[in-house]
C-alpha cells in the first residue's frame, strides 16, 4: 500500500528547490504526491506561477487561497489566520500520511500548525538554520517544533535543531536543496538565456533581488534607497531584478524597483524568472547582489560571489565568495567593486559551498519511503547530557 505525501509549496524560490523531491515521490510506486498549492502561486501580482507546476507535469490537488492585497503586518497576520483555515480543509481532504514542508514562511508556519492539529506527521526541510534580520527565523524554529522529521542542510544545523530538543534519529543531514537543483537543471547558454528572458545581457551583468528586512520593516525601504543609489553609477553594467518576496513592506520596494527602471536601458526588471532561468542568470552574470539566500546557498555551486547587504541572511552559513556589507551606499558599491574585480572572480571561482554536494532529494524520498509512520506522532523532548552536547547519536 503506497503512502501519501502531501508537499505545501507557496514561492517559486521553494517550488524550484522542492522540484528533485516531488519528481521523486511521483516516480515511486510506494508513494503517492500530493501538491498543495498557495500564497505567491496563487497572485497574478507574482506571476501565477502555479502554472510553471503544471507545466512541469505535476498535478495540484489544492490551491489554497491566502495572500490578500496588503503587505502590511495585519494584512499578513490576517493571511496566516486564513492559511490555517485553508489548510485544515484542505489536509482533512487529502487525507495524506505525511505532510512535507520547507523553510520558514508565513503560510508554511500555517500549513504546519495544521496538520499538527489533524495529528498527519510532519517534515521539515532547511530547519535549524538562522536568519536574523527577518521573522522567518522564529517561524522556521517555530515550524521545527511542530515537526516529526527534520532534513538539514549541513551539520552545524542537525546540531542545532537536537539542542531544540529533537530526537536526534529523526534528523537528518542531507545537504541543501539549492545545491541538488543545480545539479538537476540543464543551465541555458547566453542565447537560450537572452530569447527566455527577452531581453539581452551586457558585457557584465549583475543579478539583484532584495527582500524586506522583516524583524525592522520600517528600514526596508531606506535600505532599497541606499542600494539603488549605488547601482545608479553602474550605467555600463546589465542590472537585472527580481521581485521580492510577499512579506510585509515588499510592494513598497516593488514600486521602488520599477521607478528606478524608468529610462535606464541597462536595467530590466522580471516579476519571476523561474528556477531554470534564475539559475542561469547566476551562472551567465558577474555576481549576485542584495539579500536573497541564494548569493549564499546557491552562487557558490555556480561560482558566482555574492554582495549580501545588511542582517536578513545574518546567522548562516556562507562560503568565502560572499562579501557582507552594511546598506549604506557607500559600503554597497565598494563591495560591488570588489565582487567584479578579476581577483575576487578567481577566489570565487574556488570556493567550496558549505551546503554539500547534489543528492539531497533523492534522499528526502528515501527516507519518506522507508520511515516508520505510527511512532511519528508522540514526540519526546530530547533533553542534551549533562556537561556535553549530548548532539551525536
Given at each position: 500500500m503506497s503512502r501519501s505525501i502531501c508537499v505545501i509549496t507557496g514561492t517559486r524560490a521553494e517550488y524550484g528547490l522542492l522540484r528533485g523531491v516531488l519528481e521523486g515521490v511521483q516516480a515511486d510506486?510506494?508513494?503517492?504526491?500530493?501538491?498543495?498549492?498557495?500564497?505567491?502561486?496563487?497572485?497574478?501580482?507574482?506571476g501565477l506561477t502555479y502554472r510553471e507546476i503544471e507545466a512541469d507535469g505535476f498535478r495540484i490537488d489544492r490551491k489554497v487561497e491566502i495572500l490578500l492585497s496588503s503587505d502590511t503586518p495585519v494584512g499578513v497576520g490576517t493571511?496566516?489566520?486564513?492559511?490555517?483555515?485553508?489548510?485544515?480543509a484542505?489536509?482533512?481532504?487529502?487525507?495524506?500520511?505525511?505532510?512535507?514542508?520547507?523553510?520558514?514562511?508565513?503560510?508554511?508556519?500555517?500549513?504546519?500548525?495544521?496538520?499538527?492539529?489533524?495529528?498527519?506527521?510532519?517534515?521539515?526541510?532547511?530547519?535549524?538554520?538562522?536568519?536574523?534580520?527577518?521573522v522567518d527565523d522564529a517561524m522556521r524554529h517555530a515550524i521545527t517544533k511542530m515537526a516529526h522529521l527534520h532534513f538539514v542542510a549541513a551539520e552545524p544545523y542537525r546540531r542545532r535543531v537536537i539542542q531544540m530538543g529533537e530526537q536526534p534519529e529523526r534528523v537528518y543531514c542531507?545537504?541543501?536543496?539549492?545545491?541538488?537543483?543545480?545539479?538537476?537543471?540543464?543551465?541555458?547558454?547566453?542565447?537560450?538565456?537572452?530569447?527566455?528572458?527577452?531581453?539581452?545581457?551586457?558585457?557584465?551583468n549583475l543579478l539583484i533581488t532584495f527582500h524586506p528586512e522583516t524583524v525592522n520593516h520600517s528600514s526596508s525601504a531606506a535600505q532599497m534607497k541606499e542600494l539603488l543609489a549605488a547601482l545608479d553609477a553602474l550605467t555600463d553594467i546589465g542590472l537585472i531584478f527580481t521581485f521580492p518576496n510577499a512579506d510585509a513592506g515588499g510592494r513598497e520596494l516593488i514600486m521602488m524597483i520599477q521607478e528606478f527602471a524608468k529610462d535606464r536601458p541597462n536595467v530590466h526588471v522580471h516579476t519571476s524568472l523561474g528556477l531554470r532561468r534564475y539559475l542561469s542568470c547566476i551562472a551567465?552574470?558577474?555576481?549576485?547582489?542584495?539579500?536573497?539566500?541564494?548569493?549564499?546557498?546557491?552562487?557558490?555551486?555556480?561560482?558566482?560571489?555574492?554582495?549580501?547587504?545588511?542582517?536578513?541572511?545574518?546567522?548562516?552559513?556562507?562560503?568565502?565568495?560572499?562579501?557582507?556589507?552594511?546598506?549604506?551606499?557607500a559600503e554597497i558599491s565598494a563591495a560591488i567593486r570588489k565582487l567584479?574585480?578579476?581577483?575576487?572572480?578567481?577566489?570565487?571561482?574556488?570556493v567550496r559551498n558549505p551546503y554539500g554536494e547534489a543528492g539531497a532529494s533523492a534522499r528526502i524520498v528515501e527516507v519518506l519511503k522507508q520511515v516508520e509512520l505510527r511512532s511519528l506522532s508522540r514526540k519526546i523532548f530530547h533533553d542534551l547530557a549533562a556537561g556535553g552536547s549530548g548532539v551525536t547519536p
Amino acid at each position: 500500500m503506497s503512502r501519501s505525501i502531501c508537499v505545501i509549496t507557496g514561492t517559486r524560490a521553494e517550488y524550484g528547490l522542492l522540484r528533485g523531491v516531488l519528481e521523486g515521490v511521483q516516480a515511486d510506486p510506494l508513494l503517492e504526491l500530493q501538491i498543495v498549492a498557495t500564497g505567491m502561486h496563487l497572485s497574478p501580482e507574482f506571476g501565477l506561477t502555479y502554472r510553471e507546476i503544471e507545466a512541469d507535469g505535476f498535478r495540484i490537488d489544492r490551491k489554497v487561497e491566502i495572500l490578500l492585497s496588503s503587505d502590511t503586518p495585519v494584512g499578513v497576520g490576517t493571511s496566516i489566520g486564513l492559511a490555517v483555515i485553508g489548510f485544515t480543509a484542505a489536509i482533512n481532504e487529502l487525507k495524506p500520511d505525511v505532510v512535507l514542508v520547507l523553510g520558514d514562511r508565513f503560510e508554511i508556519l500555517a500549513a504546519a500548525a495544521a496538520a499538527l492539529v489533524a495529528g498527519v506527521p510532519v517534515a521539515h526541510v532547511h530547519g535549524g538554520e538562522i536568519t536574523e534580520g527577518a521573522v522567518d527565523d522564529a517561524m522556521r524554529h517555530a515550524i521545527t517544533k511542530m515537526a516529526h522529521l527534520h532534513f538539514v542542510a549541513a551539520e552545524p544545523y542537525r546540531r542545532r535543531v537536537i539542542q531544540m530538543g529533537e530526537q536526534p534519529e529523526r534528523v537528518y543531514c542531507v545537504g541543501g536543496l539549492g545545491v541538488d537543483a543545480i545539479a538537476r537543471v540543464a543551465l541555458m547558454d547566453r542565447p537560450e538565456l537572452e530569447g527566455a528572458i527577452g531581453h539581452g545581457l551586457m558585457h557584465r551583468n549583475l543579478l539583484i533581488t532584495f527582500h524586506p528586512e522583516t524583524v525592522n520593516h520600517s528600514s526596508s525601504a531606506a535600505q532599497m534607497k541606499e542600494l539603488l543609489a549605488a547601482l545608479d553609477a553602474l550605467t555600463d553594467i546589465g542590472l537585472i531584478f527580481t521581485f521580492p518576496n510577499a512579506d510585509a513592506g515588499g510592494r513598497e520596494l516593488i514600486m521602488m524597483i520599477q521607478e528606478f527602471a524608468k529610462d535606464r536601458p541597462n536595467v530590466h526588471v522580471h516579476t519571476s524568472l523561474g528556477l531554470r532561468r534564475y539559475l542561469s542568470c547566476i551562472a551567465l552574470c558577474d555576481g549576485v547582489v542584495g539579500n536573497s539566500s541564494s548569493g549564499l546557498l546557491e552562487a557558490p555551486s555556480l561560482r558566482r560571489g555574492a554582495v549580501n547587504i545588511g542582517d536578513r541572511q545574518k546567522g548562516r552559513l556562507q562560503a568565502e565568495s560572499v562579501i557582507n556589507c552594511r546598506p549604506a551606499r557607500a559600503e554597497i558599491s565598494a563591495a560591488i567593486r570588489k565582487l567584479l574585480s578579476p581577483e575576487f572572480s578567481r577566489q570565487a571561482q574556488m570556493v567550496r559551498n558549505p551546503y554539500g554536494e547534489a543528492g539531497a532529494s533523492a534522499r528526502i524520498v528515501e527516507v519518506l519511503k522507508q520511515v516508520e509512520l505510527r511512532s511519528l506522532s508522540r514526540k519526546i523532548f530530547h533533553d542534551l547530557a549533562a556537561g556535553g552536547s549530548g548532539v551525536t547519536p
